[in-house]
């Protein structure tokens, strides 16, 4: 088996965007009107949209089936509500992961009528078909991601003190204010994904990754990074 590492780069610019008015959004896959057969997945991540919702203005109930979601609000209040009676709101430092099994109806919205709303949505392909519906919001804090990797969804849940997904794969978030060197070990043949949501980071050949560009790694069995000033980033272990 060939167990060269492998890295590709999606520079922010280079992702799909469509502008609604109420919604601006960034596609890092093939989602909605934009197809392209080269970019369907990566590892068991199916889509990463990067979400700006008007105040005031959100999406309709509407259903999903046979997926894990997971969302991440980066600025602003989110309101979520969906078929099984779960109504709440979402704010920084807060994850929500939503598995929609043999089928669920959600919505989401904005609650402030006056300030925007910035989130990352990605839908993971589960392990297994036909789980019941369920849904989860863990609370994180975002002085627990200061100057480190936590791990904030994984199927390791119980063990790590996270959210549980169905699908082998760990999400880790971190803010680095004076920067840092991280290593990164991973178990043999596994994958990477690294999404910037501020700041930068470095590989050790030189490479740099800026706001919003994201990196797919194969066969990373250790990386080392270098998180610069101000970082925000996101870190996830696939199979």
Known sequence: MNTT????????????????????????????????????HFSALRVLNDDHIAAGTGFDLHPHK???????????????????????????GQIQRMSAGTGIYHGEANASSSEPLELL???????????????ETHTYGLESIQNRLLPVVSNHAEELGTAHIHQD?????????????VTIEQ????????????????FEDGEVLHRRDAARIENADTMKFHFKPGTHVMVIDLP
């Not at 794969?169 to 060197?181: K, R, V």
């Not at 178990?187 to 470095?202: H, K, T």
């Open 66 to 92: 046979e997926m894990e979601i997971v969302t991440v609000v980066l600025k602003g209040e989110l309101e979520h509500q969906d078929s099984t009676g779960n109504r709440e709101i979402i704010v920084p």
């Open 121 to 135: 949505q990605l839908w993971f392909m589960p392990e297994r078909l036909g789980i019941d519906p369920s849904y």
């Open 169 to 181: 794969m760990t999400m880790y978030l971190g803010q680095f204010p004076e920067g840092e060197e």
């Open 187 to 202: 178990r043999p043949n596994r994958s990477l994904y690294v999404f910037v949501m501020e700041g930068e980071v470095g």
């Open 5 to 40: 590492m492998k890295r590709s780069i999606q520079r922010a610019g280079d992702r799909y965007h469509n502008n609604h008015g109420w919604l601006k959004t960034y596609f890092s896959f093939s989602f909605a009107d934009y197809y392209d057969p080269e970019n369907m």
